[in-house]
């Protein structure tokens, strides 16, 4: 038996307090009166006895009897008396709702939400809330690849349900590991009794140490799922480098299924649509289909499988590709015979050759290349110069050499990769004064010959050659053609940049750099405009998403983008511990072994008052009564005298 309300000590000092208020006010009741005679010849001896008579005797005392019991009763109602053991705290249970990509299968008739996983899921989270105790609190933790909160330990049932009714699939695998240790640590936090930790799923995972160990109170809800799925596991889509408008595309499929499966890949580019190809798949292969297609324009490159399975969410992929990478060149120049070959032979540059004549600052072009020409008006986009007058050169001429050999290339930069010489003499070259931010690509001892010169204050990126390259020696060097293909791509890295577009799966991606892509020089992006972080580790760099985006990765030269929309599913089963609980808890575990009494404690309490009155009460208010009519037919005031007397 035990109080929920009040202490034993705070009980019997109200009970005290209250009673003795009482019993006081009875023996108050036969203290002093004042009574009216007519004379006091007869009262002098009889005070006396009086006086010693009332002090043994109390009026009434079975009415303070019932008046006590009656205050004790109440007073234990209002304690809210409990009859049988006592819980100490209330318990705080964590309910893991799965929201991996496995949430969003659909299979079975519809239960009471629907036919999917996640809503077979919450009519079962809906079970076991009902099957608590009222005053333990629930918090609702949605897990996937990253564990998130929605609700705090509650025992507002509505605010669960709400939190619930809003839970949506995701696209990630489920972390089982995270989402157990943050459970535990949130028990721990909580301040009350640490509870059930209840799973909620198909109890699929990704990989890792699958066996859990060492977990109280743990309990699995498992939803049944049928695993014939086949799904797409990539769209890798890659600029060829042999011709700026083709494209080499790969889609990567998998059957996830204990099954042999037949699907068919349907792949269109904008209204183009390829011809549909037939994978027969053995149960976990997994298979690539490729594409090579040619097209000018931008636009939407999908794939999808037929027929749909389970899971539609991976039966799906698309990118979106730009317009053809070529690098618009205008070029002024006097020469046009000697200059076409070197230019048209890379097909990711198209060169447009106009006459000195025809200058205009802003071409339709990305790059100017101005070969031995002093223009009137400096160019408004990025410029190659090649042997510029010493009059009107970007950058000072402070000399002019002859037959000086190149005796140094800048290997450190993008500019210098690949270029080198074995002592190419120059017959004529100018030698350019460069300043702080210029970067000097080949120099002639100390001589700077080749000077490349960044963006800055409105003004475009300038690259300059202080000799003619298709002249003399290095008309026969490899060198030559690497030089122009260098600068031209630190001028428009955008045009000449590779290009790799995929859509994979939501969660970690990791991609191998090539050797000349350096830490410093990448920068990764989401579609509106966030940065993610990332790290490199042996020349391969990783990254994690929780949810679908579009990733742009971009160094020197070359930009990735990552459409990060499918789904990734979880091929692992998840072992339980072997003391875990297992489906819905009967209510009746639940039920506490205490009998609330404060009811009947309280109809008996006022009961009591009532008999109180009836038997007692009603027979005070008669005699006070007729103690005053006899005060109003006694004798008049001048026959009477009024004396107080002390009786008890």
Do not use: C
């Not at 475009?460 to 026969?476: Q, S, T, V």
């Amino acid at each position: 038996m035990f109080f929920l309300n009040l202490t034993a000590g705070e009980f019997l000092a109200l009970f005290a307090a209250l009673g003795g208020l009482i019993t006081a006010l009875y023996l108050l009741d036969r203290a002093k009166r004042k009574r009216v005679v007519s004379t006091l010849r007869f009262w002098t001896s009889a005070i006396t006895a009086e006086e010693k008579h009332t002090r043994r005797r109390m009026h009434d005392p079975w009415s303070l009897v019932l008046q006590l019991v009656g205050l004790a009763l109440l007073l234990l109602a209002i304690a809210q008396l409990q009859w049988g053991t006592r819980e100490s705290k209330q318990h705080d249970h964590v309910l893991l709702l799965d929201t991996s990509a496995w949430s969003a299968a659909t299979q079975g008739p519809a239960g009471e939400n629907g036919g999917r996983i996640i809503d077979r899921e919450k009519d079962l989270a809906l079970a076991y809330l009902a099957a608590i105790p009222r005053r333990d609190r629930v918090m609702l933790v949605l897990a996937d690849a990253l564990t998130t909160p929605v609700t705090p330990f509650t025992t507002d049932r509505a605010q669960f349900r709400a939190a619930l009714a809003e839970a949506t699939p995701g696209f990630s695998a489920l972390n089982i590991q995270q989402a157990i240790s943050y459970a535990q640590q949130a028990q721990t936090w909580s301040g009350g009794q640490p509870g059930e930790i209840a799973y909620i799923g198909p109890k699929l995972a990704e990989s890792g140490d699958l066996a859990l160990r060492d977990i109280p109170n743990f309990r699995v809800l498992t939803v049944p799922l049928s695993r014939n799925n086949a799904g797409i596991l990539g769209l890798a889509v890659k600029r060829s480098e042999e011709a700026g408008d083709e494209w080499q595309a790969t889609v990567t499929v998998k059957n996830y299924g204990a099954q042999r499966r037949t699907v068919r890949i349907k792949t269109r580019f904008g209204n183009t649509v390829f011809a549909p190809r037939l994978l027969n798949l053995a149960p976990q292969q997994e298979t690539a289909a490729e594409y090579v297609f040619v097209t000018n324009t931008g636009g939407e490159l999908s794939a999808e499988l037929d027929p749909p399975d389970v899971l539609a969410s991976d039966n799906k992929a698309s990118i979106a590709l730009p317009r053809n990478g070529l690098l618009r060149v205008a070029v002024y120049t006097a020469r046009p015979g000697i200059l076409r070959p070197l230019l048209e032979a890379n097909p990711r540059i198209s060169a447009q050759f106009y006459n000195p004549a025809q200058y205009q600052p802003k071409p339709g072009a990305d790059v100017m290349l101005l070969d031995q020409i002093s223009p009137p008006k400096p160019p408004a986009i990025a410029s190659l110069w090649i042997q510029p007058a010493r009059d009107a050169s970007p950058l000072p001429v402070i000399d002019v050499l002859e037959n000086a050999p190149i005796t140094n290339w800048n290997a450190g930069t993008a500019l210098g990769s690949g270029l080198h010489t074995t002592e190419a003499r120059l017959s004529s070259t100018e030698v350019f004064q460069t300043f702080e931010g210029d970067i000097t690509v080949a120099s002639a001892g100390a001589a700077a010959v080749v000077v490349a010169r960044p963006a800055a204050s409105g003004r475009p990126r300038i690259a300059l050659i202080g000799f003619d390259p298709l002249a003399g020696e290095m008309k026969f060097q490899v060198t030559t053609p690497l030089l122009f293909a260098n600068l031209l791509h630190w001028l428009s890295p955008e045009s000449l940049r590779a290009l790799d577009l995929s859509a994979a799966r939501v969660g970690s991606a990791t991609i191998a750099l090539d050797a000349s892509e350096h830490a410093d020089q990448i920068h990764i992006t989401t579609d509106n405009g966030e940065a993610v972080p990332f790290t490199i580790h042996d020349h391969a760099l990783q990254l994690f998403t929780g949810r679908p985006a579009i990733v742009y990765i971009t160094s020197y030269d070359r930009e990735r983008v990552l459409s990060l929309t499918l789904p990734d599913v979880a091929e692992h089963e998840f072992q339980p511990p072997r003391n875990s609980a297992a489906g819905v808890p009967v209510p009746a575990n639940w039920v506490s072994n205490s009998v609330t009494l404060w009811q009947w404690l309280a109809v008996l309490g006022a009961f009591t008052l009532v008999v109180e009155w009836l038997l007692f009460g009603r027979r005070r208010s008669r005699k006070s009564s007729a103690a005053a009519a006899s005060r109003r037919t006694t004798a008049p005031p001048h026959a009477r005298e009024e004396r107080e007397l002390v009786s008890r």
